[in-house]
T-cell receptor
Framework: LAKTTQPISMDSYEGQEVNITCSHNNIATNDYITWYQQFPSQGPRFIIQGYKTKVTNEVASLFIPADRKSSTLSLPRVSLSDTAVYYCLVGGGYSGNTGKLIFGQGTTLQVKP | DSGVTQTPKHLITATGQRVTLRCSPRSGDLSVYWYQQSLDQGLQFLIQYYNGEERAKGNILERFSAQQFPDLHSELNLSSLELGDSALYFC??????????????FGPGTRLTVL
């Protein structure tokens, strides 16, 4: 099973770019990488998903190297409202009925003014 | 608001008891996922149903069971409760059975406290 590892916490300042890296050495061939954002007392919210190379949407970019053993979530020009916990999720590559979804332990991002 | 509803919001019970958590997915979503979030274990995938059938199983204890009904709502049953079962339980839904191809929408969660 893929085990995902993320930094426990990060600090940044408003307007800076933030990069959060997730390590997933045992990622399976069919597994995707998804990032979620979670605010206190709320359910996680989807940010971005990718399989390899680079994916960009209106809020973030996701960089995945060729070996797919890690991924980096990039948040451009963060604001105070980006203070949250960010989770890396690996999995969903179903093989029969044994698909499993593995979350990292989460990275608490604190954005300071 | 994700469109996923969960009831109850809070639940307080005693060890050894049995509880049922309910989830209604977004309109049109056929897949329902259950997760447990605790301070020491983080977010743990429990089980997934797609259109009434069990699709994938994660770290779900034998004391826990789930089902998805014809109207697509789902219930998570937790029995012989222990103190360590105290956690936030999230339900999520997605359109198809593979979370790799689209996003999951999470509900607000049910906070279970076992005393």
């Amino acid at each position: 099973l893929a085990k995902t590892t993320q930094p426990i916490s990060m600090d940044s300042y408003e307007g800076q770019e933030v990069n959060i890296t997730c390590s997933h050495n045992n990622i399976a061939t069919n597994d995707y990488i998804t990032w979620y954002q979670q605010f206190p007392s709320q359910g996680p919210r989807f940010i971005i998903q990718g399989y390899k190379t680079k994916v960009t949407n209106e809020v973030a970019s996701l960089f995945i190297p060729a070996d797919r053993k890690s991924s980096t979530l990039s948040l451009p020009r963060v604001s105070l409202s980006d203070t949250a916990v960010y989770y890396c999720l690996v999995g969903g590559g179903y093989s029969g009925n044994t698909g499993k979804l593995i979350f990292g332990q989460g990275t608490t991002l604190q954005v300071k003014p | 608001d994700s469109g996923v509803t969960q009831t109850p919001k809070h639940l307080i019970t005693a060890t050894g008891q049995r509880v049922t958590l309910r989830c209604s997915p977004r309109s049109g979503d056929l897949s329902v996922y259950w997760y447990q979030q605790s301070l020491d274990q983080g977010l743990q995938f429990l089980i997934q149903y797609y259109n009434g059938e069990e699709r994938a199983k994660g770290n779900i204890l034998e004391r826990f069971s789930a089902q998805q009904f014809p109207d697509l709502h789902s219930e998570l049953n937790l029995s012989s409760l222990e103190l360590g079962d105290s956690a936030l339980y999230f339900c999520a839904s997605s359109v198809v059975d593979k979370p790799t191809y689209n996003e999951q929408f999470f509900g607000p969660g049910t906070r279970l406290t076992v005393l």
